[in-house]
């Protein structure tokens, strides 16, 4: 085995936007195994929009990334070597290693995973993190009723898609919002959406009127600004929003709503949530999900970055919207 780790570091904090140059690749010794630990050659890295948030200082939910450090992130691979009793050569884990070709860990946080019926990449996406928050926010925080209208936006990400196809399987009406009349058409087609619109066809206002005749009852807000407004003007009485992203903020410019009256009007219950914060309900969620993708009836598309040196410039990309479902990086 190569004594050589290729690893990303965050070396500095965007002003603005983030970019490529907030990230250096360098080479790393690999360090003998202390007992107790193994190490993880990574086949896939996962990129998310939240890493995004924990590259600024800014007060958040989450420490922020400490600089000239692997950044952190999500990555499927093989055991390659281990002094731990409970994790062998050749077991498929998943797990927060970071940007790097390999991870080394002494056990914690890390999940031994079947890709005979899953294949290994989506542990980072419908059957991982992404999947997961979907599944919370839907049914903890819309609890949604057969009949109902459920809206999410960037519907054909990797949270989003999730979020439509279950709110399709409990019965309701799921419209998208997303960018570009290909990634809606994938949503109303493919992913079973009933409608979905383009945001950047500059008719949000009308569009989402049209798609929701009878107003919507619940909103899985994954992007916010001129989106969430749109759709909070739809809401209905007693409606239920989920906040799990705001991406058109994290370049840090000011986002103003200008409906927040709806949340009294409407009497809305709204609540952001962070899935990890929510551990209980990982097993059983990650149970249905993989159970529904093995039986074809959870779709997903994935963007693949191919060698860990293109991870900085798929990352700014996704940011983006240049992405189409869940962005990840193969390593192997």
């Not at 998310?48 to 400490?66: E, F, I, L, T």
């Not at 709503?257 to 927040?260: A, I, K, S």
């Given at each position: 085995m190569t004594a050589i780790n290729r690893q990303i570091l965050l070396v500095s904090r965007p002003q603005g936007a983030a970019s490529v140059d907030n990230f250096r690749l360098v080479e790393t010794p690999l360090a003998p195994l202390a007992d107790g630990?193994?190490?993880?050659r990574n086949h896939y890295l996962s990129l998310?929009?939240?890493?995004?948030?924990?590259?600024?200082?800014?007060?958040?939910?989450?420490?922020?990334?400490?600089l000239d450090e692997v950044m952190i992130g999500?990555?499927?691979g093989e055991v390659v070597e281990s002094k731990h009793r409970s994790?062998?050569?050749g077991d498929k884990v998943v797990g927060v290693f970071g940007w790097q070709e390999y991870g080394t860990s002494d056990g914690y946080g890390v999940t031994k995973i079947d890709d005979a019926r899953v294949p290994l990449s989506a542990y980072l996406g419908v059957v991982g993190m992404p999947g997961v928050t979907a599944w919370y926010g839907l049914n903890r925080i819309i609890a949604p009723q057969a009949g109902e209208t459920i809206v999410v936006s960037a519907a054909s990400g990797a949270v989003g898609?999730?979020?439509?196809?279950?709110a399709k399987l409990a019965g309701c009406r799921a419209v998208g919002i997303a960018g570009g009349p290909e990634k809606c058409r994938y949503a109303v087609e493919t992913l079973g959406f009933d409608a979905c619109v383009d945001y950047k066809a500059g008719r949000l206002h009308e569009d989402l009127d049209s798609a929701t005749p009878n107003g919507v009852d619940g909103c899985f807000e994954n992007v916010g600004g001129a989106v969430f407004d749109t759709t909070l003007a739809r809401m209905n009485a007693h409606g239920r929003v989920a906040v799990c992203g705001m991406i058109s903020r994290y370049d840090a410019k000011p986002v103003p709503?200008?409906?927040?009256g709806v949340i009294l009007t409407q009497r809305l219950v709204l609540q952001g949530f962070v899935v990890y914060e929510h551990l209980d309900i990982w097993p059983d969620a990650l149970k249905q999900l993989g159970e529904l993708v093995a039986q074809q009836k959870l779709h997903y598309r994935e963007t693949v970055a191919l060698g860990l040196d293109a991870a900085p410039q798929a990352f700014v990309g996704m940011l983006?919207?240049?992405n189409f479902g869940k962005q990840i990086v193969k390593l192997i």
């Open positions: 630990q193994f190490r993880v998310d929009p939240y890493m995004r948030g924990r590259m600024s200082d800014s007060k958040s939910y989450a420490k922020p990334q400490p999500g990555a499927v994790f062998a050569v898609s999730v979020v439509g196809q279950l709503l200008t409906q927040v983006n919207g240049q």
